[in-house]
Antibody
Framework: EVQLLESGGDLVQPGRSLRLSCAASGFNFGDYAMHWVRQIQGKGLEWVAGITWNSDSIGYGDSVKGRFTISRDNAKNLLFLEAKSLRVEDTALYYC????????????????WGQGTPVTVSS | DIVMTQSPDSLAVSLGERATINCKASQSLLHTSTNKDYLAWYVQKAGQPPKLLLYWASTRESGVPDRISGSGSGADFTLTISSVQPEDVAVYYCQQFYTSPLTFGGGTKVEIK
């Protein structure tokens, strides 16, 4: 069974940094692209970042480009999101997602989602 | 960036009736090398993460009932629920995965009339 468990969400002040983690199990993590998607409470979905199975291609949403960094450790089945210079508007529930399509160099949709970790940016 | 526009924002449908949700992309999502439309649909029920329903515009994910279907190509797509059931009450999102940044539509809330 595919499981994705996010952690690291917290209440932080504007301008500070946070590192989110996602522990994956139940599939061959190193074979699949992974994504971070966020959702402001009561609002829609926003793709934050994605990373291909071998880290060959990385993409970011416009609102986080230059501030957030996605990375992965295939040996430990872990996905990360380093969020710097956090803003009030970054407050959201952050989901980790598994991309479909084994060893694809194309972006593919998210076929499994975690439950999310909440990030609150407030002074 | 590709802008995804969904309509309507919400709709109320009687049980057993048809629900239709539209999704329009600001450019074609048809990849000429694969002849596939890089468009997915998700459903999100209250308090839950989203769930993938369809990809390549019309291919159902495993376990998705056949009353849910997708159609369209290029830049115009439709999600149809042929006979709405109580468990279909949710918010539906389209997403393009043609190019980074991947982008979602604003969502359509489906309720029972």
């Amino acid at each position: 069974e595919v499981q994705l468990l996010e952690s690291g969400g917290d209440l932080v002040q504007p301008g500070r940094s946070l590192r989110l983690s996602c522990a994956a199990s139940g599939f061959n993590f190193g074979d699949y692209a992974m994504h971070w998607v966020r959702q402001i409470q009561g609002k829609g979905l926003e793709w934050v970042a994605g990373i291909t199975w071998n880290s060959d291609s990385i993409g970011y949403g416009d609102s986080v480009k230059g501030r957030f960094t996605i990375s992965r450790d295939n040996a430990k089945n872990l996905l990360f999101l380093e969020a710097k210079s956090l803003r009030v508007e970054d407050t959201a529930l952050y989901y980790c997602g598994k991309g479909s399509g084994r060893r694809s160099f194309e972006w593919r949709p998210v076929d499994y989602w975690g439950q999310g970790t909440p990030v609150t940016v407030s002074s | 960036d590709i802008v995804m526009t969904q309509s309507p924002d919400s709709l109320a449908v009687s049980l057993g009736e048809r629900a239709t949700i539209n999704c329009k992309a600001s450019q074609s999502l048809l990849h000429t090398s694969t002849n596939k439309d890089y468009l997915a649909w998700y459903v999100q029920k209250a308090g839950q993460p989203p769930k993938l329903l369809l990809y390549w515009a019309s291919t159902r994910e495993s376990g998705v009932p056949d009353r849910i279907s997708g159609s369209g190509s290029g830049a115009d797509f439709t999600l149809t629920i042929s006979s709405v059931q109580p468990e279909d009450v949710a918010v539906y999102y389209c997403q393009q995965f043609y190019t980074s940044p991947l982008t979602f539509g604003g969502g359509t809330k489906v309720e029972i009339k």
